[in-house]
């Protein structure tokens, strides 16, 4: 309710509270509240907790602009600043306002007050000087060139990188300022294609491979980038020669084996022949020398030369026009470090007895009957046995296949593997204590070297056993090898008894006469190890107290071996799993793969794996089967 006031001025507002008393005025009035007073005639009242309430009566009247002049005049104003232009501007405050301060806080502007750098809130008046300096980066241009590791490739790097120029944007009249700047980028210059090329030469690069096509469009790329812009000539290599073969350089099974109806066991494997005039092996191409490239940089990558395979006739072959090797004789053809020859087969119809002889050929050997007592078939290649083998001595450069029984016998098919295996590392160690003699002799006792070592060389050798040990060990081993290789150790066993064992040591005068015993350890040793070890394979369908070994693997394919040695580098494997390895020693490099090792009678079987990573399987192990793989021993 408004009601006019006559006595004063002003209007009656009847209202519940001073808030809603003045928006009635403001409407009445058609003003603000600002040009409104407000008298409070009477409260308003509430009865029961608020269930009745009577409105207030107020008076409020309208001012008249002197009245609100002269009250404005005495308001406190606060004190402003601002920025126009790039300038900061400040109006101080009046009335008691509050003064105006900037806040620093953008390190691409520097603003200075009364000559001292600002850092952070700063207040301000009209009397200050403020100088703003706004920073400018100027723009850069990079160029560089990286070569590839070959030197076979030139990259060009060009970076445009923008300047900025940094300013202070306008900003209203406001109490308290934040100096904050903007930028506006400074275009880079053009990049020319002479500085390009000026630091692709200054790099080594040869001005006559560069490709300007590349360089003129990375440049027009607006921020630059990276290319390729040289390229090395890579080489062209060699071809080597090649030739053509028309012999097959390994036995295979007769297929006829395979098919029903009666077939000779003898003929299992084929061996493969030729007959005189046949064509062995031709020369395709001869080899085509490679051409040499070049590097960015201009220096010559050589190319890698086409190789002119060895191509050579060898015994029993002709070579025609230096393109075509002939077989001039009926035999075996064997490829060997690119020289082909004919080894002709010598075939035994019956069995090798007191009417044939010894057997030594340089070939392969093909025996259809037994190998009777007493005797030795020696044979540079391969020897194939249908019979049985007697107390005899079988030798081969290659494999051997038996296929009958071997009893009391010796049979070695490549590299003696019990002197490469026992007999060299028992020299080696012998070498290695007399080596540690000298050195225990000749730090322990200097003063008596001048009068003769031989009583300490005597004492020395007598306290250890090992020695004596080794040497026992390879008479024994020796006892087993029928190679030329045995008249070696033999000697040097000789030797060692001879200067070493029992008083002989104590006629040793000084340290050289043992050192000159290590040389000729050394020496044997080294003639022994430098024979070649082809891998040469024994297979048989079983042995009796004989010793078998070779320099590859040892096959079993019948009832097994019964107190027989067979050492094999690689492996030895029994085919059939009821096959038993009664007493002997089996060693081997890699695996053993037996059937039923030991007996129920509880003969002792030995059974040995050289690398520490090989394998041991059988069927089944008796008491007294002592199995070795590497270090790690198992008994049963």
């Known amino acids: 309710m408004v009601v006019p006031n006559e006595n004063k001025n002003g209007m009656l507002f009847e209202a519940a509270n001073i808030e809603e008393a003045i928006i009635k005025a403001e409407k009445h009035y058609k003003c603000g509240r600002k040009a409104l007073r407000v008298y409070t005639l009477k409260p308003p009242i509430s ?46 405050p009046v009335n008691g306002g509050r003064y105006p301060s900037i806040i620093v806080n953008d390190p691409n502007i520097d603003v200075y ?48 990188i923008p300047g900025r120029k940094y300013f202070l944007r306008d900003v209203e009249a406001c109490n308290t300022l934040f100096i904050c700047g903007d930028y506006k980028e400074i275009q880079p210059p053009d990049v020319s294609l002479k500085q390009c090329v000026d630091e692709l030469v200054n790099k080594g690069v040869a001005p006559e491979i560069i490709q300007m096509d590349r360089i003129r469009d990375l440049l027009e790329l607006p921020h630059g980038g990276s290319c390729v812009v040289a390229k090395g000539v890579p080489p062209v290599h060699g071809i080597n020669s090649c030739i053509k073969y028309y012999f097959s350089q390994h036995s295979y099974r007769n297929p006829n084996l ?40 201009g ?25 075509k090797i002939i077989a001039a004789i009926s035999g075996r053809p064997v490829l060997y470090k690119g020289i082909v020859s004919v080894m002709p087969i010598l075939t035994i119809a019956g069995d090798v007895d007191v009417d044939t002889g ?15 007592e ?148 050394e020496e044997q040793e080294d003639l022994l190890r430098k024979r070649h070890i082809a891998s040469t394979n024994i297979t048989l369908e079983y042995c009796e107290n004989s010793v078998i070994q070779c320099s ?26 009821d096959g038993v390895v009664i007493g002997g020693a089996l060693v081997a490099g890699k695996m053993i793969k037996a059937g039923i090792v030991g007996s129920t009678a509880g003969i002792k079987t030995y059974c040995r794996i050289l690398d520490a990573d090989g394998s041991f399987k059988a069927t089944q192990c008796h008491l007294n089967t002592i199995i070795r793989v590497g270090e790690q021993v198992t008994t049963y």
């Open 113 to 160: 007050i009364n000559n001292k750098k600002a850092v952070g809130p700063c207040v301000v008046t009209e009397k200050d000087w403020i100088n703003v300096v706004a920073k400018v980066v100027e723009p850069k241009i990079r160029i560089d060139v990286k070569l590839s590791r070959d030197r076979m490739e030139a990259i060009l790097e060009v970076e445009k």
């Open 47 to 92: 009865f029961l907790w608020g269930a009745i309430r009577k409105p207030g009566i107020y008076r409020i009247e309208k001012l008249h602009r002197e009245k609100m002049e002269a009250v404005s005049a005495f308001r406190p104003v606060d004190g402003t600043v601002e920025i126009i232009g790039g300038l900061i501007k400040v109006k101080d």
């Open 374 to 521: 007493g005797l030795r078939v020696t044979a540079g290649g391969n020897v194939l046995i249908g019979g049985n083998c007697y107390h005899a001595v079988i030798r081969a450069g290659g494999s051997i296949r038996i296929w009958g029984k071997v009893i009391n016998c010796k049979v070695s098919a490549g590299v003696d593997m019990i002197m490469h295996l026992f007999v060299i590392p028992a020299i080696g160690n012998i070498k290695h204590i007399l080596s540690t003699v000298v050195e225990r002799i000749a730090s322990a006792y200097p003063s008596r070297l001048e009068r003769g070592v031989g009583h300490m060389v005597y004492t020395i050798l007598n306290e250890s056993k090992k020695l004596k040990k080794l040497v026992e060990d390879m008479e024994n081993m020796l006892l087993y090898t029928e190679s030329e290789d045995a008249e070696r150790a033999s000697a040097v066993i000789s030797k060692i008894k001879k200067e070493l064992f029992g008083t002989n040591a104590l006629h040793i005068r000084t340290l050289d006469q043992i050192k000159e015993i290590c040389a000729f350890l």
């Open 258 to 297: 395979d098919m029903d109806g009666r077939v000779d066991i003898m003929d299992h494997t084929v061996i493969p022949t030729v007959k005189v005039g046949d064509v062995l092996a031709e020369k395709l191409i001869s080899a085509i020398p490679g051409k040499d490239g070049m590097t960015v940089t």
């Open 358 to 372: 010894n057997i030594r050929f340089d070939g392969d050997v093909v025996i259809r009957g037994n190998v009777k």
């Open 299 to 323: 220096e010559p990558v050589k190319a890698k030369p086409g190789k002119e395979l060895i191509f050579k006739a060898g015994k029993g072959t002709i070579l025609l026009d230096d393109k």
């Open 552 to 577: 590859g693997s040892i096959t079993v394919m019948g009832r097994g071996s019964y107190r027989s040695n067979l050492i094999a580098k690689n492996h030895i494997l029994q085919k059939r799993a």
